[in-house]
């Protein structure tokens, strides 16, 4: 592999014997190998402070978690199953996704439904992107209408983030535009409709390991939404306008819900911001 990354940086170099330009070049890709494996441990580690910080201070006992979706949350319930243990706590985990339901069952801890429990006192759920007014993006994984169904039962919606997600305005730094769940039949009239209405361009989600688009946890398709940045944007009067298109099923802009939101630092530190 070492010798792969060897000849994707210079072929010649490699087979040419000139030992000192080789030396050159083995020094840097391990530093860049390095390098990376760094950056990369740092963002798992943010992930991680937050999500344990955020587990500490709002999970308590006899109470209804929601579990939201994507790698964040994976070590939210690695804590909580681990607390569980630890102190006895009785929890019922409400899932907003299949990736969560299986978490649920596999880290042992009691799956409850809507049906059952349709009030929850909190529910921790990571985010693509939180803004300085507390409105997120969220459906970078493809899961976002279970999530806002659960986030809206719970007294309380606590985000949990890494601090690439921290941002003054939506846009700053997630980059892949604002998913929009809608039904399959009615997605090129709803690319079109959001258009023409709000500018920017809609795209529809394709599967990387499947052909064809992807399809949510619900059967549905999602559209990205490249918004034009340059525009200030009323964001609770778009997510009601798009809202109102027939097809939509939903959209990632989470307006008004999020409570409390924890961004793990580079440093290992907990940044906090409150609704
Ligand atoms: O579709 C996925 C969910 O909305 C996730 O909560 C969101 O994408 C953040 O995921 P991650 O913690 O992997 O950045």
């Known amino acids: 592999m070492f010798r792969q990354l060897l000849h994707s940086l ?28 760094t950056a990369k441990m740092s963002l798992e580690e943010a ?49 907003t996704s299949f990736q969560a339901r299986q978490l649920i069952i596999e880290h042992g801890l009691v799956l409850g439904d809507l049906e059952c ?11 693509d992107e939180v803004d300085a007014k507390m409105v997120l993006i969220k459906g970078g994984g493809g899961c976002l209408l279970q999530e806002k169904i659960v986030a809206s039962c719970a007294d309380r919606l606590v985000v949990i983030a890494d601090y690439t997600k921290d941002s003054a305005k939506l846009g700053q730094q997630y980059r892949k535009g604002i998913p929009i769940e809608v039904a399959p039949m009615a997605y090129v009239p709803i690319k079109g409709k959001v258009e023409s209405r709000f500018g920017g361009t809609l795209k529809l989600r394709m599967a990387v390991a499947k052909a064809g688009p992807v399809v949510t946890d619900n059967g549905n398709f999602i559209l990205d939404w490249s918004f034009p940045a340059d525009k200030e944007h009323d964001w609770d009067a778009v997510n009601r306008d798009i809202m109102m298109i027939p097809g939509v099923v939903d959209t990632g802009l989470f307006v008004g819900m999020a409570t409390k939101a924890y961004f793990g630092q580079q440093d290992g530190s907990v940044t906090e911001r409150s609704a």
């Open 47 to 95: 992930k991680k402070c937050a999500a344990y910080k955020a587990v500490d201070e709002y999970v308590k006992d006899n109470t209804v978690v929601g579990v939201g979706s994507g790698s964040t949350v994976v070590y939210a319930v690695h804590r909580i199953a681990e607390r569980v243990k630890a102190e006895g706590l009785k929890l019922v985990c409400i899932p």
């Open 10 to 37: 210079s072929p010649s170099l490699v087979h040419s014997g000139r030992r000192n330009s080789l030396a050159y070049i083995t020094n840097r890709a391990l530093f860049s190998t390095q390098t990376t494996a």
């Open 117 to 127: 429990n349709p009030r929850l006192d909190c529910a921790i759920d990571g985010a």
